[in-house]
């Protein structure tokens, strides 16, 4: 089956450059070089903080197309495509959950061979209080529910070739009197519904927990970034440590071997790895 895109997803914590700081401009040139060295045709960067970064990727990545969320929030959804697919950006605001200061979704619709594909990239409410918690419980809902707005401009009832994706901060919820929800039953309500109602499916992973702290840190890896796809789509495979077939390639810290030098690439690029996959043609 022959590819039609590849797609990377990446968190940058506190993505910015500051005028005149060379340490901020060295870690923008590390992470453009990561970045380029995966080859996506589509990516996505979250958390980019002001338009000297924005301004930076754009030189560095003539052959793309570009767009940034925009609004009063500080962190920005940026999105670049490949100048040989023919994209289309739009902002959904609706994903901000009424809040300000939330991030919007940022919509790319792909054609390749007279094909659309519709990807929603995605940065979702981070907290595990029950308020973080429920911002995220509505977000999701809404981009399983999205689909639904997209069947028809594909033909019919779960016809859409949609994917929502993202640091979508899967956390769980921290609650009194050992009320807590676990992350991994916060991921099993979508996995469910997404499955029984929306058609959707949630793409594995080559390493199930993305995020990292320092090793000095107290708080554990965590399972923060997804991909959720429209059943019917089809992905390159790679293999998971269990030596089974995965469609999503975990790349980044997850690759460095010994506490420090998790800890170095860490503090070099970000505490999220990429996620990178492929999309095969309908």
Known sequence: MAKAFSVASWNVRHFNKKPNSSAEQARVNRVISFLKQQDPDIFGIYEVEGKDVFTEIVAQFPGYSFQITEGPQTQEILVGARNTLTTFFTQKIEFKSGVALMRPGLLATVKVDNTNYSLLFLHLASAPEPRGMGLRDDMIEKAM??????????????????????DLNIMGMDYPFQKNIDPKFELQKWDNAGKKSYGMQRLKKTIEKTWSPLSTSTLQPSNLDQAFAAEHLNFAKFKNEADEEVEIDVRGWVDEKSNADKDNWINSYSDHSLIYFEVQKI
């Not at 529910?145 to 993202?166: E, M, Q, S, V």
Request: hydrophobic share 30%.
């Open 145 to 166: 529910k999205f689909r639904h707005t997209l069947d028809p401009a594909y033909g019919g009832h779960h016809k859409a070739n949609y994917i929502f994706l993202g």
